[in-house]
């Protein structure tokens, strides 16, 4: 170099700007101007930022060796320069040039252009209508503003961490960006999977002051108060009922125990039976077991309900009285109730069969007929087609005496024996004789009617009517209320004393002169 070249140099550097006076006097004649204020500390040493004769890739590796957050996000694919293809593939210098001074923007970061979706944290929901400096603070880099929820809601978490567990921090996996209130959480990441009436309960129901650490997953926890067994079936609730409903029930009585549940126990309440926890106390099968109380027989039948009787009620009875005894049931029988005849077990006791043995009280003839009922009366009631034969008694029903109540003439009720027999008895206010006849009725009329008689004087008295005495009315004769007519004849004086003409010269045997024809009628005749 000649003296005037050196000159010429030292010229040139005494002219150049102080912060360019340190670099290397030769590069700096190359350098396009000063660096911005971040690599300002740089500029002395050109081999900072640049290789000679090399090319951009050269380049673009020294600015990853320093931005080494730039270089980590690029090697993993992520934030703005790692997820671009395009930007991966260009140079550091393609968007962000230098040598434009301290003061020069060499970013060109737009915020009101810029895609957040070129990011690791695109906008949607409420975030795409947030202002940028309410995550992006002040002073800082953008790439510095966090990307959890936590991170920025913590102050307006309206939970507790301390009963938020693991799901503190981790406010995505309930909630949406379109706003707090949208919970979608996907509860079968949990151990506890959500089905049947669990899917559609609010989480505050299961989750009370926003506890979701140690939230007890047993049913008995959460659902003391719609125990219906009270604590008597135990606390392990899923292993009857089901997340479908309480009255779901998963338990099969009929498969898993040796008590079927037919007829009147199918739809029973557990607790009507199971008065304690069926899995620690062994409830017994026998009837007698929970239907003491119901017992109507109060013992007296045994304990063996079943041998009788069926689920289906206590009415519903499968014993057939007329199969399994001698005593058929019929009429009024079929509907008694057992305790009415055995007042005793009848698998130890006999029963009477006689109809006597159960009917001695309302027998109303007191004995006089007997004790075979039957022989009168059927099982279809005491007045119902009776059987009795009274022309087999001492008093043969007969005219209207067959068509007669019985009441007519059994005025005390049912004592038959103790009724009269004779006519006198029933007809007294009957009789027009007023007693001039005796009370032998039934000489002259029958059962017919009073008004068909037939009394033969002549063949039934020895007194035979002739002539005048055929035509004279019965009372003529029979003047005196008589218990009994007397068969022997009167002495004609007895009725004809007034007549006697002779006053009584020739005796009181008229007949010895006089006919029945009359008295003018003189016949003597000798005695014999």
């Known amino acids: 170099m000649g003296a005037w070249q050196r000159k010429l140099l030292l010229g040139v550097v005494l002219l150049m700007p102080a912060s360019l006076a340190s670099a290397d006097p030769f590069e700096s004649l190359l350098m396009p101007g000063p660096l911005v204020e971040g690599h300002a500390d740089l500029e002395d040493d050109c081999d900072n930022c640049h290789r000679s004769f090399s090319d951009a890739t050269e380049e673009t590796r020294l600015c990853l060796e320093c931005h080494d957050d730039i270089r980590a996000d690029v090697l993993k694919r992520r934030g703005f320069h790692g997820r671009s293809r395009q930007v991966r593939k260009q140079a550091c210098r393609s968007c962000h040039t230098d040598h434009q001074g301290r003061d020069a923007d060499i970013i060109k970061f737009n915020p009101a252009t810029f895609d957040h979706h070129l990011t690791d944290f695109p906008l949607r929901g409420r975030h795409a209508r947030e202002a940028c400096g309410n995550c992006h603070k002040k002073g800082k880099k953008y790439r510095a503003a966090p990307s959890d929820c936590h991170a920025c809601h913590k102050e307006v978490s309206p939970h507790r961490s301390d009963r938020l567990g693991k799901l503190a921090k981790k406010c995505q996996d309930c909630h949406q960006e379109d706003g707090w209130s949208r919970i979608d959480f996907d509860h079968s990441l949990t151990d506890f999977l959500l089905t049947g009436k669990h899917r559609k309960t609010d989480c505050a129901s299961c989750h009370p002051n926003d506890r979701y650490a140690r939230t007890p997953q047993d049913c008995y926890s959460c659902h003391r108060l719609n125990d219906a067994h009270a604590g008597g079936n135990g606390k392990k609730c899923e292993k009857c009922h089901s997340t479908r409903a309480w009255d779901d029930l998963d338990f099969n009585h009929d498969t898993e125990t040796d008590f079927p549940l037919r007829d009147g126990h199918d739809g029973l309440a557990c607790q009507r039976c199971h008065k304690k926890d069926p899995y620690k106390v062994k409830l017994k099968t026998t009837c007698i077991t929970c239907h003491r109380a119901d017992d109507v027989h109060k013992g007296r039948n045994g304990r063996k309900c079943q041998d009788c009787h069926t689920a289906k009620g206590w009415k519903y009875s499968r014993f057939d009285h007329g199969k399994e005894t001698d005593f058929p049931l019929r009429g009024k029988h079929k509907n008694l109730k057992c305790i009415t005849c055995h007042k005793r077990n009848p698998k130890e006791h006999e029963t009477d069969m006689a109809c006597i043995s159960c009917h001695r009280a309302d027998d109303v003839h007191k004995g006089q007929?007997?004790?075979?009922?039957?022989?009168?009366?059927?099982?279809?009631?005491?007045?119902?087609?009776?059987?009795?034969?009274?022309?087999?008694?001492?008093?043969?029903l007969l005219g209207l005496h067959a068509v007669t109540p019985c009441e007519e003439c059994h005025l005390d009720g049912g004592t038959y024996r103790d009724a009269e027999t004779r006519c006198n008895s029933c007809h007294r206010e009957d009789d027009e004789h007023r007693g001039r006849l005796g009370i032998d009725c039934e000489r002259c009329h029958t059962p017919n009617?009073?008004?068909?008689?037939?009394f033969d004087h002549n063949t039934q008295s020895q007194f035979r009517l002739r002539h005048k005495h055929a035509k004279q009315h019965c009372y003529a004769c029979h003047r005196r209320k008589v218990e009994k007519v007397d068969t022997v004849p009167r002495p004609c004086e007895s009725c004809h004393a007034a007549d006697d003409a002779h006053n009584g010269q020739f005796g009181s045997d008229c007949a010895r002169c006089h006919t029945t024809r009359s008295f003018k009628d003189v016949q003597l005749r000798r005695r014999r």
């Open 369 to 396: 007929q007997g004790k075979q009922c039957q022989r009168c009366h059927n099982e279809e009631g005491w007045q119902v087609r009776v059987r009795f034969d009274h022309d087999l008694t001492r008093f043969p």
């Open 449 to 454: 009617s009073w008004e068909l008689w037939k």
